[in-house]
């Protein structure tokens, strides 16, 4: 194993992904340090990784620039995850663009100034808004529609702005639907993949809204925390790169995989409904190249992982 004896600053890393990135960046040999201000975090995840050797967790909010500036101290690299999601940037739209623009600004400007050799940043598919055509391409049109989008794409520019100043190194990542254990039930796509395992562990069929055409790419988190890793030990600068699978799941295929998962001997209902379709299809040509990165768990594989956690954690009935 490689033994880095550098530390990289994790924000937002007791998160859902950060738990998982730190893990991967331990098993590079990189010290973990984690800035996060415990906002929306797991406790009993927290709690298990600050007892892991080589993680330090530093409780602070990436808002405030002498936080950042205390926890940057000794870096050598950093990964930016620290966010709040899409759906509260729509209800609290000043909240959003503070922590997601202004904090991911804090977080730059630290690194850049400390001389901070390396930056990973989590950016996300939302900044294509609905492509007109698939897949996805990074040199397609970005076209935000939230302020949470919006604050996304900006930290991608401001990557460069930073780069042009100081010896900092980038990448972006644009996750696309992130799905395993641990994923929190407040985004839409995991809210349904749990509605359909609810129902299901009651014995009832899922019920889907409309055709169920609307489609995802799921990309499992293990294969995300790795691609995290891969981007921070790589060489490659100054690039954005999508981070799915290339292959789009509809939520009427979601439910009869989820169905296949259980093992329940139910078919979906359709609820006739006008449902805006929208759908989403990673091209990962450019990461394949720059970073030799594939994803390894297909949705199967993934949704089964997910069923064994949530029985195993009893959050399934
Ligand atoms: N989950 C997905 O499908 C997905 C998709 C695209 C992009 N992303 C991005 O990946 C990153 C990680 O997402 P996640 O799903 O793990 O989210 P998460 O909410 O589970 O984790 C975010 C972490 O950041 C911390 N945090 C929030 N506000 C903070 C602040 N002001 N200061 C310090 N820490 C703060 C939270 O406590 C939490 O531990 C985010 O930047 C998110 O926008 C996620």
Not at 62 to 70: I, M, Q, T
Not at 80 to 92: G, M, Q
Not at 214 to 223: K, L, P, R
Not at 224 to 238: H, I
Request: charged share 20%.
């Amino acid at each position: 194993m490689k033994k880095h004896d550098s530390t990289v600053l994790v924000t937002g890393g007791l998160g859902y992904i950060g738990s998982h990135v730190t893990h991967d960046l331990l098993a590079r040999g990189w010290r973990v340090r984690i800035l996060d201000n415990y906002y929306r975090c797991d406790r009993a995840v927290a709690a298990s990784l600050a007892k892991l050797d080589d993680v330090e967790v530093i409780e602070g909010d990436v808002r405030y620039a002498n936080a950042v500036e205390s926890a940057m101290q000794g870096v050598e690299a950093v990964v930016h995850l620290a966010a709040v999601c899409i759906n509260k940037s729509v209800s609290d739209p000043t909240e959003s663009l503070d922590v997601n623009l202004l904090g991911t600004q804090n977080v730059f400007d630290s690194a850049a100034r400390n001389s901070v050799h390396r930056i990973v940043y989590s950016s996300s598919a939302s900044v294509y808004g609905n492509p007109t055509s698939l897949p996805m391409r990074e040199t397609d049109k970005p076209a935000p529609i939230t302020p949470y989008c919006t604050a996304k794409l900006a930290g991608e520019h401001l990557l460069s702005f930073y780069a042009e100043r100081s010896k900092l190194s980038w990448l972006a990542l644009r996750f696309f639907n992130v799905y395993g254990p641990g994923q929190p039930t407040d985004a839409y796509y995991t809210s349904v993949v749990l509605t359909f395992l609810r129902r299901l562990a009651a014995g009832d069929a899922p019920i889907i809204d409309g055709r169920g055409e609307q489609s995802m790419d799921f990309v499992h988190v293990t294969d995300v925390a790795r691609s995290v890793g891969m981007a921070l030990d790589s060489t490659a600068t100054g690039e954005v790169l999508n981070v799915g699978t290339g292959t789009q799941t509809t939520v009427a295929q979601l439910a009869d995989q989820l169905i296949k998962a259980v093992g329940a001997d139910v078919q979906p209902v359709f609820r006739p409904r006008e449902v805006l379709v929208t759908q989403r299809e990673a091209s990962i040509e450019r990461i394949r190249e720059l970073l030799g990165w594939e994803p390894t768990i297909g949705l199967e594989e993934g949704l089964a992982s997910v069923v064994h956690h949530l029985k195993t954690t009893g959050e399934l009935g």
